[in-house]
């Protein structure tokens, strides 16, 4: 690998396409070095810019059913599938209804021709600290699921993150779905990201749902992207605005406080002293929003 | 590690083909291996849009498509489109009727995923028909002229023309 990218996948490896969840399985329990194949608008991306990734095996997911489905959970939640594309499920009416601010990450993501090819499992499981899904599942208090031949688990999506590229998960398991919990009353939710033009990769980004109980905070989650090695949930800064009445200098200190907490790099997006001014005014402004939308009123 | 060859069967234009392929091929380079030069390579990375087709009518790109994953779907290039479909070749028309066409390179993708906008949202809304086509680039036209193809079309649809 030159100075000189040609594009050409130098990686060689076999291409394998199990026709249902137990012969995935079967083939992650029994091979090693297998890599995941879903929308491929990341993978194909990394295999072509020459990073080396290991894989032995490229496992097609496409096409098995147990992947798919938008579909309501007994808790009045919603399970979605791992394969469903973004393009699928920001047009979803469920999805838009219960949860605003998913829809509205994923109709900022990419250009319209990515979001029909990309998934959400896959958005997760590339685990980039900027996944613009993440942020808004993390405030929803959404859970994954992850399956092996050994069982089931579900991991609460705060928790599944462990720096760029790496999760939680086991070389055995594959991501099935995400689970979302029933939207509550009285919640509003708010989603921004900064980047140069719309359907670039965020600069940052900030996501947001309080849950109200008239002019005070009953609840509150914010997660914000690029500012960490992976997709970081704001849980104590968040927590302590539990029973608080809402007001203009709460949100005020609130804004300061993750100016102060986030510790972002300088990349080819932008610099790290710009992410960190604007932590500062995208949290202000999502906490206005966000309680706005929960039919708060700021005093 | 050896990888091998493997055939994978599909639709392209309408024509039930076998492409001999090695598993890292993209549908880009199965497509273009088999003669299909309408379809552009450029990037290469999923950013500039000139190689999109519709996969089973959603636009998409193809130089981050796996050809191998393509057993068994349906793929429309801007030639087989234009030949075929008559709301497709309209589109072609109109981006000549408004000159919504520079050098070139970037319209075959361009008409695809103005195709993909008409059969699955055909709106004549700009703002909508931008966020479709914003996968697109083009680095001559300032991209109007392309929008305004695609509204005039649209249009058309509204107004039960075509």
């Known amino acids: 690998m030159g100075a000189m990218n040609t594009k050409v996948i130098e990686a060689e490896y076999d291409y394998v396409k199990p026709a249902s969840l137990d012969e995935a399985l079967d ?64 047009t979803n009416a469920d999805v838009i209804a219960m949860y605003p601010i998913l ?33 808004p599942c993390m405030c929803y208090g959404a859970c994954v699921e992850l399956k ?35 939207p509550e009353e009285n919640t509003g939710a708010a989603f921004t990201k900064m980047a140069r033009v719309r359907p670039d990769i965020a600069k940052v980004s900030i996501s947001c749902v309080i849950k109200r109980d ?6 509150c989650r914010m997660a914000m992207g690029s500012v960490a090695p992976k997709p970081l949930f704001l849980g104590d800064i968040s927590a302590e605005l539990a029973g608080k009445k809402m007001s203009a200098a709460l949100i005020e200190e609130t804004a300061q406080k993750v100016h102060d907490f986030v510790k972002p790099i300088g990349d080819h997006g932008t610099t790290a002293e710009y992410r960190k001014e ?12 966000a309680w706005e939308n929960s039919g708060g009123e700021l005093a | 590690m050896s990888a091998e060859k493997i055939k994978v069967n599909l639709k392209v234009n309408g024509e039930d083909v076998t492409y001999t392929i090695n598993p890292e091929d993209t549908l880009l380079k199965a497509l273009r291996a088999n003669y ?37 779907h349906e793929v429309w290039t801007d030639k087989g489109l234009g030949e075929n479909d008559k709301l497709a070749a309209r589109l072609q028309d109109a ?27 055909g709106n004549p809304d700009r703002k909508m028909i931008r966020n479709y086509v914003s996968g697109n680039l083009c680095r001559c036209t300032g991209y109007q002229k392309i929008i305004d193809a695609i ?6 649809m509204e107004r039960g023309e075509i």
Request: proline share 2%; with cysteine; charged share 25%.
């Open chain 1, 103 to 135: 829809s509205e990450a994923m109709h900022l993501m990419a250009s319209v021709s990515v979001r029909n090819m990309a998934t959400i499992g896959g958005n997760f499981c590339n685990a980039s600290p900027v996944a613009d899904t993440v942020g």
């Open chain 2, 95 to 121: 981006f000549v009727e408004c000159g919504s066409v520079q050098c070139g390179f970037c319209i075959p993708g361009f008409i695809v995923a103005g195709v993909g906008y008409l059969k699955n949202i």
């Open chain 1, 278 to 289: 604007m932590a500062h005014l995208i949290a202000k402004e999502i906490l206005e929003k």
């Open chain 1, 214 to 219: 008239g002019d005070a905070i009953k609840d």
């Open chain 1, 27 to 90: 083939i992650l329990a029994e091979k090693e070095n297998v890599k995941i194949y879903a929308g491929g608008t990341d993978l194909l991306v990394k295999l072509k810019m020459g990073a080396d990734l290991g894989m032995d095996i490229m496992m097609d997911i496409n096409g098995i059913e147990d992947l798919y489905g938008v579909d309501k959970t007994a808790d009045g939640g919603l399970r979605i599938g791992a394969a469903e594309k973004i393009w699928n499920l920001e």
């Open chain 2, 36 to 72: 299909n030069y309408d379809v552009k390579c450029g990037c290469e990375i999923g950013e500039c849009g000139t190689c999109t087709v519709l996969l089973d009518g959603d636009a998409v790109k193809s130089c981050v498509t796996l050809a191998a994953a393509c057993e068994g």
């Open chain 2, 151 to 156: 509204e005039k079309v649209a249009l058309e």
């Open chain 1, 148 to 182: 092996s031949k050994k069982g089931v688990r579900t991991v609460d999506a705060t928790e599944f993150f462990l720096k760029p590229g790496v999760t939680v998960m086991e070389a055995d398991e594959i991501l099935t779905a995400i689970i979302l919990p029933a």
